[in-house]
C-alpha cells in the first residue's frame, strides 16, 4: 500500500519552479521520504531523497515539514524536459522501493 | 555507457511461447531487481537478488523465473506466456539492498498476442 497522496496533475510554465506536494501523514520516525521520476517511455530516476532535513542536490530541492507529515519536490527552474511523473515515495532501510501513482506534471512553453 | 542495460527493448510473442529478458548492470552494484509495469502505469516490484541470492520474491506467478548467473547479471525468463503478462519490465540495480538510489534500465515492452 502506497503511503502517500499526491495530486495526480500539475502544469507548471518553463522557467517557473515546479513546487510538488505529497502528503505523508503515517510516516514513520525511520522512514524515509524519496523522489523518483519517470520520463514518458523510460525507466524511473532516482531525484532526491531525505528523513527530516531539507535536502538539495543538481536535480531539486525537498522541503520536510518540521512534522515531517508532508514534503514538497521544488523544480527551480522547470524546462520540457521536466515533464514527467514524479513518484513520492515512503520507506525504510529495509522496505522495498513501492511506487504509487504520483503526479504527472506537464511543463508547457 | 549504459549503466543498467536490458535486451531486447521490444518483445512481441504468442502466447504459450517460452521467451527470456537479460539485464546486465556495470556499476558494480550488489543488488538487482525486477519490476513490471502494467497498462495501468502502475510499477511493481517483482523480485531482488543480492550477490547471486534472492531476497524478494512478490507474488509472482511460478512462470517467472530470475536467474542471476554472477552479481552484475539478472536475466528473467517466463514461461507460458499468457496474455496478462504484457507490460514493461524494468530492470534496476543499488549497491546494496536496501539502498534508496536505484538505477532503472529502459525497459522492455513485453506484447503477447
Known sequence: DAKTTQPPSMDCAEGRAANLPCNHSTISGNEYVYWYRQIHSQGPQYIIHGLKNNETNEMASLIITEDRKSSTLILPHATLRDTAVYYCIVKSNTDKLIFGTGTRLQVFP | ?113
Not at chain 2, 497498462?39 to 536467474?67: A, D
Not at chain 2, 534496476?92 to 529502459?106: D, Q, T, V
Open chain 2, 1 to 113: 555507457d549504459t549503466a543498467v542495460s536490458q535486451t531486447p527493448k521490444y518483445l512481441v510473442t504468442q502466447m504459450g511461447n517460452d521467451k527470456s529478458i537479460k539485464c546486465e548492470q556495470n556499476l558494480g552494484h550488489d543488488t538487482m531487481y525486477w519490476y513490471k509495469q502494467d497498462s495501468k502505469k502502475f510499477l511493481k516490484i517483482m523480485f531482488s537478488y543480492n550477490n547471486k541470492e534472492l531476497i524478494i520474491n512478490e507474488t509472482v506467478p511460478n512462470r517467472f523465473s530470475p536467474k542471476s548467473p554472477d552479481k552484475a547479471h539478472l536475466n528473467l525468463h517466463i514461461n507460458s506466456l499468457e496474455l496478462g503478462d504484457s507490460a514493461v519490465y524494468f530492470c534496476a540495480s543499488s549497491h546494496r539492498a536496501g539502498e534508496e538510489k536505484l538505477f532503472f534500465g529502459s525497459g522492455t515492452q513485453l506484447s503477447v498476442l
